[in-house]
């Protein structure tokens, strides 16, 4: 079983039946905190307070956040260096790119992306299952250069994320424009999906939705 939660913004839940991971946690922005939390493996995409709230998880046996190869059980990580904005780094610094291999599937949290990844990077993410894009623009990529890149690495499944909600307490663009030109669009009255026992026409795009309240 291969199980994905979100949690709003750009923190998710990847898990199976051995081992849980946990991306960007974020701090008080509007969504609600969860209580308890505990993974094995954490990785935070940089160093914004949206997403490496570190003390938010009770637990967790591996961090990462910096590029590199990482192995734990049965489950391969590879962070790919790449830009949170379109100006090389400059404005906003850098951000890691997560390809993680779980279940024999690979699946791309995109973190904060703000430009198209270099050719070298692009050609090391192949067969991508399943992708979390932002598509919410300001801080990130635009709904624009979210459906290029998609159309580049062409995914099976594509997760949008950082998007504005009526929750967030900051800026960003909704996901109307991203929803309207995504084609087999689903929208799931749920946090969490499991992707082996869904049936969907691929390339799918899920919108899961965030918990309102989180016991």
């Given at each position: 079983?291969?199980?994905i939660?979100?949690?709003?913004h750009?923190?998710?839940?990847?898990?199976?039946?051995?081992v849980d991971?946990?991306?960007?946690?974020?701090?008080?922005?509007g969504?609600?905190?969860p209580?308890?939390l505990t993974t094995?493996?954490l990785?935070?995409?940089?160093?914004?307070?949206?997403?490496?709230?570190?003390s938010?998880?009770?637990?967790?046996?591996?961090l990462?956040?910096?590029?590199?190869?990482?192995t734990?059980?049965?489950i391969?990580?590879?962070t790919?260096?790449?830009?949170?904005?379109?100006?090389?780094?400059?404005?906003?610094?850098?951000?890691?790119l997560?390809?993680?291999?779980?279940n024999?599937?690979?699946?791309?949290h995109?973190?904060?992306?703000g430009?198209?990844p270099?050719k070298?990077?692009?050609?090391?993410l192949?067969?991508?299952?399943?992708?979390?894009?932002?598509?919410g623009g300001?801080?990130?990529?635009?709904?624009?250069?979210?459906?290029?890149?998609?159309d580049?690495?062409k995914?099976?499944?594509?997760?949008p994320?950082?998007?504005?909600?009526?929750?967030?307490?900051?800026e960003?663009?909704?996901?109307?424009?991203?929803k309207?030109?995504?084609?087999?669009?689903?929208?799931?009255n749920?946090?969490?999906?499991?992707?082996?026992?869904?049936?969907?026409?691929?390339?799918?795009?899920i919108?899961?939705?965030?918990?309102?309240v989180?016991?």
């Open positions: 079983m291969l199980k939660k979100w949690f709003g750009s923190m998710w839940k990847i898990s199976n039946d051995i991971i946990v991306i960007d946690p974020f701090d008080n922005i969504y609600p905190l209580n308890d094995e493996i990785i935070c995409s940089h160093q914004h307070h949206d997403h490496n709230n570190i938010l998880l009770q637990h967790y046996d591996l990462i956040n910096n590029p590199g190869n990482y734990f059980k049965d391969t990580i590879v790919y260096e790449s830009d949170h904005d379109g100006n090389n780094g400059l404005k906003r610094g850098k951000n890691l997560s390809l993680i291999t779980i024999n599937k690979n699946i791309l995109c973190g904060d992306l430009a198209i270099s070298n990077t692009l050609a090391s192949k067969d991508i299952y399943a992708i979390m894009i932002p598509i300001v801080f990130t990529l635009d709904f624009h250069l979210a459906l290029d890149l998609i580049i690495l995914p099976q499944i594509i997760f994320m950082h998007y504005k909600t009526r929750v967030l307490n900051f960003l663009n909704t996901i109307d424009s991203f309207n030109a995504s084609k087999n669009f689903y929208s799931i749920n946090s969490f999906i499991d992707l082996e026992s869904s049936d969907f026409t691929y390339p799918a795009t919108q899961l939705n965030y918990d309102e989180i016991s």
